[in-house]
């Protein structure tokens, strides 16, 4: 296990990542807020679904997802259908336009990245990326774990921690 001056040297690295997500955010196209991106992104890959399993797997509030699809929807990037299943909901699947969208986004990332990491090489490139896959695995989903982690920070002991 690591030591605690490496957590929180991470920690401190991580919070920086928002200057990282931040400058990503400016490549975006005007009207395309990173929150509506982020919906094409799951939409594309996760295929159909209602807003409740959207919000679930984005983890974020149902009053935030609503906002974003909205902003998706009134450009005309997704398409919100009723659900065979139960007509008061409905089923949010990526357009076409919002294909085009997401593949320009996609664009601007990957030209973004590479201009900001050109001075890496393909090995660090590809361990960083094996890293933050190996870091998102090990959180999994911390909506129920994070709580319990920090019950029992405070229960141990300094000695225990």
């Given amino acids: 296990m690591a030591a605690r001056s490496q957590y929180e040297e991470l920690a401190r690295q991580l919070s920086a990542i928002g200057t990282v997500k931040r400058g990503l955010s400016r490549v975006l196209p005007h009207d395309c807020a990173a929150g509506s991106a982020i919906v094409l992104m799951a ?6 679904m209602r807003m409740s399993k959207l919000a679930e797997l984005l983890d974020i509030d149902m009053s935030v997802t609503s906002r974003h699809v909205a902003h998706a929807a009134e450009r005309g990037w997704i398409d919100r259908n009723p659900d065979p ?5 409905r089923l949010l699947t990526i357009n076409a336009s919002g294909e085009k969208l997401l593949s320009e986004v996609s664009e601007r990332y990957t030209q973004a990245l590479a201009a900001c990491l050109s001075d890496w090489s393909d090995d660090d490139v590809g361990r960083l990326n094996e890293l933050l896959a190996r870091l998102r695995t090990s959180f999994g989903d911390t909506r129920s774990r994070v709580p319990q982690l920090l019950d029992e920070s405070t229960t141990r002991t300094p000695t225990q921690r």
């Fill in 43 to 48: 939409l594309n890959r996760c295929g159909e």
């Fill in 85 to 89: 299943q139960d007509r008061r909901s």
